[in-house]
C-alpha cells in the first residue's frame, strides 16, 4: 500500500485547511486509516483516526471540535478538514494505515502503512 498525502500549507491561525490522503497499491476499505503530526523538534503524535465504514472516529483532545476525519472508500482516500487552525497545529502532517490498528489506538507502531507528510504551518 502506497499513501500520498496532501493538502498542507500555511494559513494564518483561524483559518482552514483540508488534507487528502490517497492509497494506491491496495483498497484500504478494510483498514483504519489515521492522521498523525510531528510538530518542530517534537515525537510524532496522533491527531485522528477512522475506522472500515467511517461510523467511528476517534480525535486527540486537542482536535475535536476543530478537526474531521472522514474516508470515501470508493475513492480509497481519507480526509482531514482542519478548521480553526492554531499555531500549536504547526508540523508535518502523515497519514497512515492499519490493517489491525484499534480506532481508538494512538500508537504510531499500531499502523503498517505510512504516507510522506504534508507540512502544515500556522501563523499567528
Known amino acids: 500500500v502506497q499513501l500520498q498525502a496532501s493538502g498542507g500549507g500555511l494559513v494564518q491561525a483561524g483559518g482552514s485547511l483540508r488534507l487528502s490522503c490517497a492509497a494506491s497499491g491496495r483498497a484500504v476499505s478494510a483498514y483504519t486509516m489515521g492522521w498523525f503530526r510531528q510538530p518542530p523538534g517534537k515525537e510524532r503524535e496522533f491527531v485522528a483516526a477512522i475506522g472500515w465504514s467511517g461510523g467511528r472516529t476517534y480525535y486527540v483532545d486537542s482536535a475535536k471540535g476543530r478537526f474531521t476525519i472522514s474516508r470515501d472508500n470508493a475513492k480509497n482516500t481519507v480526509y482531514l478538514q482542519m478548521n480553526s487552525l492554531k499555531p500549536e497545529d504547526t508540523g508535518v502532517y502523515y497519514c497512515?494505515?492499519?490493517?489491525?490498528?484499534?480506532?481508538?489506538?494512538?500508537?504510531?507502531?499500531?499502523?503498517?502503512?505510512w504516507g510522506q507528510g504534508t507540512q502544515v504551518t500556522v501563523s499567528s
Open positions: 497512515a494505515g492499519g490493517s489491525s490498528a484499534s480506532v481508538y489506538s494512538q500508537r504510531p507502531n499500531a499502523y503498517d502503512y
